[in-house]
Every structure is written in C-alpha cells, then in structure tokens.
C-alpha cells in the first residue's frame, strides 16, 4: 500500500493562485506548471467570467451556476503538485490533455460530468478528500495508476471509450464503479481496496485485469458483465464478495485467488471457460445455480467451510480433482452435461448429490468421503467410476447408473433400501465381482432384506 505523495507548502514551491489558473483556462492558454502549490479553489462557475473578472472579483462573490457546459481549449498540465483548496470542474468538456501527475488533491475534488477528449493522466495522484468522477467520459486514455483515495472515490456510471488504468492504486475509502462502461481495456493490478467497493452492473467489453489486487473491504460485482478476458489470478478477497448474476460472456480465471471471506456467485453464467485451479475458499462458497457453458476448473482447490453446487449446470467437463472440501458440499440437482471428474477429491463432511444427473462419465476415483455421501435419485446416464474411492456412509436410494465401479469394502455403512441393495449386487454380478457379491449378499440377508 502507498501514502499520499510526498508534496506539501513546506517545501521549494512556487505558490499559484486558482484565479490565475482559471484565467488562462478562459483564455485558452496553455496551462503548465510543475511543483507549485495551487491556493485557493478551482471552480468552474468562475469560467462563466471573463479573465479579467476571474482575476478581479474575489471568490466569496458567488458566481451563479452554469446551465451549460464549459469547454476547456487549453492543454492542462499540474504535475508534482498540491492544490490547497477544493476543486469544481463539474460538467467541463476538456478538449485537450489533462495531467495531474503526481500532484494531491488536498481537499474534494469533483469532475462529475465531465467529458475528457484528450488523454487524462491522474498517475500517483493523491486525492485528500471526495474524488467524484461519476457520469463523466473519457474518450481517450485515462490513467490513474498508483492513484491514493483517501476520501470515498465515485466513479458512479462513468464512461471509458479507450484504455482505463487503476492499477497498483490504494483505495481507503468506499469506491464506486457501478454501472460504469469500460469500452478499452482496464487494469485494477495489485490495487488494494481498504473499505467497501462496489462494481454492481459494470460493463467490461474488453480485457479487465484484477490480478494481485487486494480487497479488505466488502466487494460486490452482482450484474456485471465481463465481454472479454476477466483475471483475477492472485487476488485476495478478505471479507464476503459477490458476484451473483454475473455474466462472463469470455474466459475468466481466478487462479490461486484467495477467499478469507463468504463469496457468491449465485446464478452466474460461465459462457466460456472458467478457471479457478488452485484458489482457497476459506469461507462458505455459493455457486448456486450457476451455468458453465464451457470446461470448469476447479482441480486442487481448497473448499474450507460449505461448498454450494445446488442446481448448477456443467454443459461441458468440469474437474474437481484433488481438491479438498472441508464443510458441506452441496451438488443436490446439478447437472453434469459431460465429463465430471472429483478423482482424488477429498470430502471432508457430508456430500450431497442427491437428484444430481451425470450424462457423461462421473470419475470419482481415489476420492474420499469421511462422512455421508448421498446419491439419493442420482442419475448416471454412463459408468460411475470410484475405484480406490473411501466413503463413510453412501446412500444410493433410487440411484440409477449402467456401471458402478465401487468395491463393497470401499463402504463404510450402506445406508440404502433394499432396491439399492438389489441393485448394486446385481452390478457386481454383471462386472464378476465375485467377493464384493458374497459381502453385499451377505449384509443384504443380515439387514432382513429379502
């Protein structure tokens, strides 16, 4: 994480009144300083002015506000600076390029509504106080990497038609992207989000990068739509994130993501590849009703409290292998469209695939279950392979597969009825399992089954 840019009064810099600025801006000059301290305040009612009466009539005489936007012809150029006082540009049409490189916005900054044609460069800014960039646009590159937020940063419906840059950018405040429009592709790498973030209904059409970021705060991506590559690889989420209903309409990985807190993404769409190899969910993950409509990876993922699978659906392979799921994991009425792999998987509580239909082959192989593993009306339209698998309590009541590949001493308790009973002896029978039909017989007769 950074601090605020290391620029104050104290040190050799030349200080600026804002009305000389503003005149220049009215005149169209070119307005290039670096190093100065800017006093007194930036506000885009004074441009209603002339230059001569921005430089003459004091800023307490209130300006009326503007029913217009107001056009800046000028090149804008503060770097390396500090700027005292509050700025106000809102509703300002920037025809040439802004930078504000390195410069701190010591108290609240404001460009609602703003439209940037040139190139806007906020790179190592610091902003002190509210940072309001909500319903503005940008039509060529933005930067604010390496930006610090110490005030709440709203970016509220925002539009970015080029490239968009917030990468290694610490947020201390709540910060807002919802329902902003990112046409070009962003980066947020390695930022940290320090409180509350939200990215509710954000539309990504290009590539969006959150690799290495941190988020310490709530983090809430419901509804947002992902056009194009989405990677979140390293991230680390430390409180609950959602992302229910989202729609990755492209690849995304969450590859050795970290999630300390609950995360969700209930009814998300997966309509390409989804890779999470290797993350850490540490708290309660929810991925009910969720569609992958292309391969999931979730091999050698650490599921540390309950897992929810409930009625998701797999259309193409999915792979859980050597995975390790420590608290409940929920599959009850997901559908496995084609290859399901859980081999090596470890179930460490119980395991629901009840009503859960396999229409490819389900390799369970090397698997664990510790506890109850329910099959209950579980439908194997392929063989079921669970050779070298270890469950404590199966249930297969009403299951129905061609072949199961499961040895008998495999079971701890077979707590099924005596049509699963049936069943299985009869699989056994049909594979030449001659001692596995001997024990199952036998407990079959033990039990008072028919």
Request: hydrophobic share 40%.
């Given at each position: 994480?950074?601090?605020?840019?290391?620029?104050?009064?104290?040190?050799?810099?030349?200080?600026?009144?804002?009305?000389?600025?503003?005149?220049?801006?009215?005149?169209?000059e070119?307005?290039?300083?670096?190093?100065?301290?800017?006093?007194?305040?930036?506000?885009?009612?004074?441009?209603?002015?002339?230059?001569?009466?921005?430089?003459?009539?004091?800023?307490?005489?209130?300006?009326?506000?503007?029913?217009?936007?107001?056009?800046?012809?000028?090149?804008?150029?503060?770097?390396?600076?500090?700027?005292?006082?509050?700025?106000?540009?809102?509703?300002?049409?920037?025809?040439?390029?802004?930078?504000?490189?390195?410069?701190?916005?010591?108290?609240?900054?404001?460009?609602?509504?703003?439209?940037?044609?040139?190139?806007?460069?906020?790179?190592?800014?610091?902003?002190?106080?509210?940072?309001?960039?909500?319903?503005?646009?940008?039509?060529?590159?933005?930067?604010?990497?390496?930006?610090?937020?110490?005030?709440?940063?709203?970016?509220?419906?925002?539009?970015?038609?080029?490239?968009?840059?917030?990468?290694?950018?610490?947020?201390?405040?709540?910060?807002?992207?919802?329902?902003?429009?990112?046409?070009?592709?962003?980066?947020?790498?390695?930022?940290?989000?320090?409180?509350?973030?939200?990215?509710?209904?954000?539309?990504?059409?290009?590539?969006?990068?959150?690799?290495?970021?941190?988020?310490?705060?709530?983090a809430?991506?419901?509804?947002?739509?992902?056009?194009?590559?989405?990677?979140?690889?390293?991230?680390?989420?430390?409180?609950?994130?959602?992302?229910?209903?989202?729609?990755?309409?492209?690849?995304?990985?969450?590859t050795?993501?970290?999630?300390?807190?609950?995360?969700?993404?209930?009814?998300?769409e997966?309509?390409?590849?989804?890779?999470?190899?290797?993350?850490?969910?540490?708290?309660?993950?929810?991925?009910?009703?969720s569609?992958?409509?292309?391969?999931?990876?979730?091999?050698?993922?650490?599921?540390?409290?309950?897992?929810?699978?409930?009625?998701?659906?797999?259309?193409?392979d999915?792979?859980?292998?050597?995975?390790?799921?420590?608290?409940?994991?929920?599959?009850?009425?997901?559908?496995?469209?084609?290859?399901?792999?859980f081999?090596?998987?470890?179930?460490?509580?119980?395991?629901?695939?009840?009503?859960?239909?396999?229409?490819?082959?389900?390799?369970?192989?090397?698997?664990m279950?510790?506890k109850?593993?329910?099959?209950?009306?579980?439908?194997?339209?392929?063989?079921?392979?669970?050779?070298?698998?270890?469950?404590g309590?199966?249930?297969?009541?009403?299951?129905?597969?061609?072949?199961?590949?499961?040895?008998?001493?495999?079971?701890?308790?077979?707590?099924?009825?005596?049509?699963?009973?049936?069943?299985?002896?009869?699989?056994?029978?049909?594979?030449?399992?001659l001692?596995?039909?001997?024990?199952?017989?036998?407990?079959?007769?033990?039990?008072g089954?028919?």
């Amino acid at each position: 994480m950074q601090v605020m840019p290391e620029i104050s009064s104290g040190q050799s810099s030349t200080s600026v009144p804002a009305d000389v600025i503003l005149a220049k801006i009215r005149l169209g000059e070119k307005v290039d300083y670096d190093h100065i301290v800017v006093t007194g305040h930036l506000s885009s009612d004074r441009l209603a002015l002339t230059a001569k009466q921005i430089l003459r009539i004091p800023f307490e005489v209130k300006v009326g506000p503007l029913d217009r936007p107001i056009t800046a012809n000028s090149s804008i150029s503060i770097t390396d600076s500090w700027i005292a006082g509050d700025v106000d540009f809102n509703n300002m049409i920037f025809n040439r390029p802004v930078s504000f490189k390195n410069t701190v916005f010591a108290n609240n900054s404001s460009f609602k509504g703003c439209q940037f044609n040139g190139e806007a460069t906020f790179t190592g800014s610091g902003f002190g106080g509210i940072a309001d960039f909500q319903k503005s646009r940008f039509l060529a590159k933005a930067d604010f990497s390496r930006a610090v937020s110490l005030g709440p940063a709203i970016f509220f419906d925002t539009q970015f038609d080029d490239s968009a840059s917030f990468s290694q950018s610490d947020f201390y405040n709540i910060s807002s992207w919802w329902g902003a429009k990112f046409a070009g592709p962003v980066s947020f790498s390695g930022s940290w989000f320090n409180d509350y973030v939200e990215f509710i209904e954000t539309q990504f059409s290009a590539e969006a990068s959150f690799d290495e970021a941190h988020f310490l705060g709530p983090a809430y991506f419901s509804g947002a739509i992902y056009s194009s590559l989405a990677t979140f690889n390293g991230t680390r989420f430390e409180i609950e994130a959602t992302f229910m209903d989202a729609d990755f309409a492209a690849p995304v990985e969450f590859t050795n993501t970290v999630f300390n807190g609950t995360i969700g993404f209930s009814s998300a769409e997966f309509k390409e590849i989804a890779s999470f190899g290797e993350a850490q969910f540490n708290r309660s993950a929810i991925f009910n009703e969720s569609k992958f409509y292309k391969p999931a990876e979730f091999s050698r993922c650490r599921f540390g409290d309950s897992a929810d699978f409930s009625s998701s659906q797999f259309n193409q392979d999915c792979n859980f292998n050597d995975s390790t799921l420590s608290g409940r994991a929920n599959f009850q009425g997901a559908k496995f469209l084609e290859y399901a792999d859980f081999s090596g998987t470890q179930f460490m509580d119980d395991a629901n695939f009840s009503c859960t239909m396999f229409d490819g082959p389900a390799d369970f192989s090397r698997s664990m279950f510790e506890k109850n593993a329910s099959l209950f009306d579980a439908k194997f339209q392929k063989n079921a392979h669970m050779e070298s698998c270890r469950i404590g309590d199966l249930n297969l009541t009403k299951a129905r597969y061609p072949w199961i590949f499961l040895h008998w001493d495999s079971i701890g308790n077979f707590e099924s009825d005596e049509d699963a009973y049936c069943c299985i002896l009869k699989n056994y029978d049909n594979l030449g399992w001659l001692q596995d039909s001997r024990d199952c017989s036998s407990e079959l007769k033990r039990k008072g089954f028919s």
